[in-house]
Every structure is written in structure tokens, then in C-alpha cells.
């Protein structure tokens, strides 16, 4: 693994909801991991959140909802990702979502989903393990 | 209490132990330094009863904001018990679903299964955040965490089932609104304008409390100052034609945010200073509508002994503010009134093996009964799973809090700890850091000035990293979740028997009904009276002298959409744009 640069993270909160703790901790948690973790802030759209992914040349993006409109936000940006032509960026999302509903958003190729009581250091292990391009970062 | 000879011989006595039997133990135990500690008089030295606890319903009300047990506001279904709702007039459990007809008939199902209470009415986001249903930031959100309520028509709709002896002069009515709190709360008002019931009968609490949207839940619209002035005006209007309405309600979200209990605490009560001031700046004495802004839940996190002593420290600091620093002459308005009988909170409740959060519930509803409040056993336990939670996870919780009540006999004395040596020294210390938050904030120029900076959200975000660095390295321990999670453990599954109160057909359609429904609206009602209303507003809000409630109130009245109100309030007076805090 070559080693050009740290991970690049874009943290987003997609839609309406302000609960933004989980997105904190997160952003806080990974860069203390060594990793290069840009946080959105509230209220964005996906074509917002796509856009800002491309500009910053991320590995990772992590969607955090908690208002059940992850069903719309996280496909979104995935599909949004898609039709712009980027195929290696891992997208993780986070927030009160039941497994039955994990599945679905796996399906629609999110990557991973990570659920209340998450540990930083797990969501660090899996980005690693994880990147879709691994010879462009390493943490 | 001790004079100087008593606690020097006591001082010695506590040294000789430590040496003795103390060391003793450790040495048994095998261990460095103890895990514990003991308190004794020494602890709390110049502790004067009448000054620092007094009677329960006096001042400074460490012992309780009354002198006997009020009513609870926890179980409010089912049959008979004491635990009811008994004679104070309250409002039900949180609660809004898809549509306004959703929710009338959630209301009509929960009147039959014995609700005798009035709406705790939950919105949807796009309605907090004053949007139509079919604005594009509304997509995917519409009728999601609450009801979609984009018009006057919908709360005609709501509260159908609240006629006759349900009418709004005999319930309480609960909106947890914030942003946009001004227009919902006139839509009430001209509900109850159209059904010839008088303002001064209304009962209820709408949240109102924006300050604590920017560094608590993220609901903020306006700038804050901005937001204050509609404050003023909700304060001004409500106080002088709603005597039995509550204004506000200053509320705890920053701990679910990741505040400290010391640190929320302080931010609560700055924001109520801040709001006491847009009152009494608008001309109110302070004894004319103090007593009309109450507290949400203070608690908030599983260090109950702490919990309790914030919540004694919390009676006496609002009470000293109120006093010593407004003036205040009238009891009435020194009450800290705060009906949420748990000391644990949504962000104690785990995904993880989700019936443990029933204990960890019954242990915050224990908390609240020390501090001489009814107990609640709440949230229920299957909240961290998914928006909604089940009937049955809500049985267990009144069943919980009826068997604190009933069957352990918690609520029989008041204020328990009064005087423990442990409970007086933690009190105080609480107490000071949370007069340490509040003189800093005040020092930056009041709440919303050391909001408009993001110094507050700044604090927080740091308060929950710090929180989670603990939990990460076990320092916190977290049953289920970062402890105790081998393969030794038995997974513990729950399943839900009893059908939703809201059937998932009619939630995949609500979105796509509100926007028929809204469009509708549009074509039939008189915009030329939506026009003038909306002009009417815009005037209002943009001449500081002005209350701008009347307008409000013709908004509702014309049918106005929350989205069209809206508009008018941000154009003038502008969005919030978050810092970069992190």
C-alpha cells in the first residue's frame, strides 16, 4: 500500500435532522485515528453532499440520519455517486436504524451501516479494511 | 450545625479510621486506594438547614417546588390507581403520526383505550422547520418524527376527537414546537377562537424554548437574537391573555447532544435568564408571567446520586435567580416546575440487549422519586430501536412506575436525602458548577450572544467526545455495548405482539396524501385573505415595536400554509448558518 496521503473522510448529515452527536463523535473519533475528516454540518442534500465528496477527493463518506429518512438520503447519494462517475468511495452511514432496514440500504450498495452503541475504533477498523482505493490513502 | 470543637475531634476521629480500620480493609481487599467514600459532618461544615434545603414548597425549594406530592404526570391510561392524573389537568404522552387524520384517529384509538388527557402533539421536521409538505427539503421527512401540520385545517382536523367534555377549555395541550412556535401556537389560539372558548381557559405547554435548538437538536430557523424577539412576543401575548397557559418550557436536549449535567444545567438556566430578560425588557413585571415558564425533564444520564443532587441544586438556583437577580416578589414565580418524573435519559438507552433499558428506566424513575417528584419509568425500553416505540415497551413502563410507586412506597417522604451528609456536599458542588456555566455565559453577554458565536455548540460537541473517549476505552462502563459483550452472553431478543397504534399503510402513503391535501388547500381557500395575512405579517415582524401575535393568528385564520409564514420569517428575518465547530 503506497502511502500518498491519510484517509479522507467527508462526515454529512443529510435532511432536516439537527441530532448531530453521533456525526461529532464520529468526525472527532476518526481524526484522532489519523484520518482527514471533513464535517458537513446540518441539513444537507445529497447533490450537496455528492458535491462536496467529489471537491474534497474523499475515500469515505458517512451519512448520519436519525429521522428515518435514511431510506431516502442514503440510496440517494449513493446513486448520485454513481452517475458522476465515482465507483471507489465507501460509503458508511450511521443512525437508528433497525436491521431489517440495514439490509435494504445494503442492497441499494450502501456499504456499511452502523447502528447506536458503535465504537469509533470499529468504524476506523472497518475503513480500513474496507477502501476501494486503497493505493491513493492510508491512515 | 457542628462547632469547631466537635469537628476537630471528629477530624481526628476520621483520620485514626483511615489509618485503622480503612487501611485495614484495603490491605484485605487488596487494593491501592479505596473505591468508595464516606461522608460526615465534615463534609458539609457550615451547613445551615433553613438556608440550604428549608421546607418542601419554600424557598429555597432544595426539598421540593411543592410542599406535598403533586399529581403525577407518568401513567396516564388504564384503570383507576393513584398514580392518575388526579386533579391537575395535564396532557398526554408525546405523540404525532403521517397526517392530521393519522393523528386524529392515533387520538381517537388512545381515547378508547382510556386516555383522559389532552395532546402532547408531536411535528413532523418540515413543520418544525415552518415548510410545506411538498418543499424539496421535505422529501422523505413528511410525517416522519410527528405529524405534517402545513395549515390551520390540519389542527381542525387533530383535534376532532377533543370536543364535548374533551373540548380545549377541559385538557392541556402539549406542542413541541420551537423555530416556528409563534404560528402554531396562534393556530391553537384561533381553534379555540372558532369553537367560542376564551383564551383565558386554555391549558398547556408549548416548548418554545429556541435557545437550546442550537446547541441541543439542531431545529434552529433564525438568528438567534432574531428568534428572541418572537419569544418576546409569545411572552407578552401569552402572559397577558392566557393566564393558565404556560409559555415555554426550557428543555434539556444538550444533554443528548453530549452536555455534561452540570453544563446543561447552566445552559438551561441562562437560557431562562435570557428569556426572564425579553420579558421584563418588553415592559412585564416579572411576577406577570414568570411563573408561566416551566422546565422539561433536567435529568439525563445513569449517575443517579449526581442526578438527584442536580435536580435539588436546579430548585434552589432557579429560585435565587428569580429572586435575587429579577426581583422577583412572588413565590409563585420561584418555582422550578418540571413534571418529567425520570432522572435517566434517551441517551442512556441502549440498542444493545434493549430490555435492560427497562432497569435502567425503573433506576430513573427511583432517582426522580428522591427527588420528590412522581416517578416514571421513561423512556421505553425499545426507544434506540426505531422511531415509534411499541405498546407493550409502554406498558412496562407505567407498569414500572406504578410498582415504584405502590409497591416499593418511594413517594411517601419528601426530599429523602435532606440533610445527608453526602447529598448536601454533592448538591453544593453541583450547585457551583452550574453557577460557574451560568456567570460565564452571562459574562459573554447572556445565552444567545455565546450562541450567535458557537462558543455554547463548541462545548458541547467537546462534552460528547470527551463522554465518548470514556466509553471507548471502557474507563465508562456501558453494559452490552462496550462491556460484557462476549460470546458467554446470551443475545436477548424482544418481539412486538401488539399491532401498531399506526399502520404502516397508511405511513408509506402519508407524504403523498399531505401534498394532495396541501394542494387542495391552495386552490380552494381565499388567497386574497392568505395574501393580506401574510402582508400583515411581513409588516408586523419587520417593526420591532410590534407583537406580532395578531398576525399569526390572521395567518391561521386565512389558511395560510406553515411554508408561506415561513417564508415571510426568513426573508425578514434571515436564516441561522451554523459555525464550523468542529
Redesign the interface.
Known sequence: MTQDRPIRVLIAKP???????GA??V???LRDHGMEVI?T???Q?AEAIVQAAVQEDVDVVGLSCM???Y???FPKVVQLLRETGVDDVLVIGGG?I?PE?AAVLKEKGVDAVF???T???DIAAYIQANLKRPGKAVA | MWDKDRLDKLAGKKQEWEKTTLADSLKRFKKDKPSTRFYTPLDIKEFDFLDKVGFPGQYPYTAGTYADLPPGSGPVRGGGGSLAVGGLVRAGQYAGYGTAEDTRDFYKQMIVRGWRVGPNLAFDLPSQFAFDSDHPLARGEVGKVGVAVSSFADYETIFEPFQGDRNLDRIATNMTINGPANAFIAMYVALAQKRGIGLDKLRGTPQNDILKEYTGRGAYLFPPKQSLRLTRDSIVFIAKNMPNMNILNISSHMRGAGATAAQCTGYMMANGIEYLRAGVNAGLDIDEFASQITFNGMGGSMDVLREIAIHRASRRIWARILRERFGSKSPKSWLLRCTQGCLVGHEDMQAQRPLNNLVRATIGGFAAAMTGQVPSAWPPYDEPLRLGRSLESQQLAEDAARILYHESKLCQVRDPFAGSYFMESLTDEVEAEVWEWVDRIEGMGGAAAATESGYLQREVARSAYEHHKKIETGEEVVVGVNTFTGDQELEVLTTRLVADPYDPERRAIAEENQIAKLKRLRAERDNAAVKASLKNLDQALRDESQNTFPAFIQCAQAYATIGEVGDVMREVLGEYKEYAII
Do not use: C, I
Not at chain 1, 435532511?15 to 452527536?21: A, I, V, W, Y
Open positions: 435532511g432536516l435532522d439537527g441530532h448531530s452527536r461529532w463523535v468526525t472527532m473519533g464535517y454540518g446540518l441539513r442534500t429521522s428515518a429518512t431510506d431516502y438520503y437508528v433497525p432496514d447502528g447506536p452503541g465504537l469509533v475504533k
